[in-house]
């Protein structure tokens, strides 16, 4: 079955760019209808998508994000990037990279079902 897997720097110190590397296996990221993506839960706080791309390529990001967000893939890896500029401690959280039938939408909450384990990422000021 098609997993997922999180990995990159646990600690980031503010005003940096945080890097995180989603890892696909099971499936291939341009095969089906599927948009891969990236969300985040913040400390005693809900979910919060922060980017995805499509099967064909097609980037979908975060309105509130837009500016400091970009989402990458490499095929050849099966592989989803997320890159955060300017990161500050509110950018801490659990981290996780999911898949989803739907592509995301303005106000409307995205949640992948499908997701890894996520990975814990610390803001040093």
């Known amino acids: 079955q098609v997993q997922l897997r999180e990995s990159g720097p646990g600690l980031v110190k503010a005003s940096q760019t945080l890097s995180l590397t989603c890892t696909v296996s099971?499936?291939?990221?341009?095969?089906?209808?599927?948009?891969w993506g990236w969300i985040r839960q913040p400390p005693g706080k809900g979910f919060q998508w922060l980017g995805a791309?499509?099967?064909?390529?097609?980037?979908f990001l975060r309105q509130s994000f837009e500016s400091r967000t970009s989402i990458s893939r490499d095929t050849s890896k099966n592989q989803i990037t997320l890159q955060l500029s300017s990161v500050t401690p509110e950018d801490a959280g659990v981290y996780y990279c999911g898949r989803h039938p739907s592509a995301p939408r303005y106000g409307v909450t995205w949640l992948p079902l499908l997701r890894g384990k996520g990975t814990l990422v610390t803001v040093s000021s």
């Open positions: 099971g499936g291939s990221i341009t095969t089906g209808v599927y948009y």
């Open positions: 791309i499509s099967y064909s390529g097609r980037t």
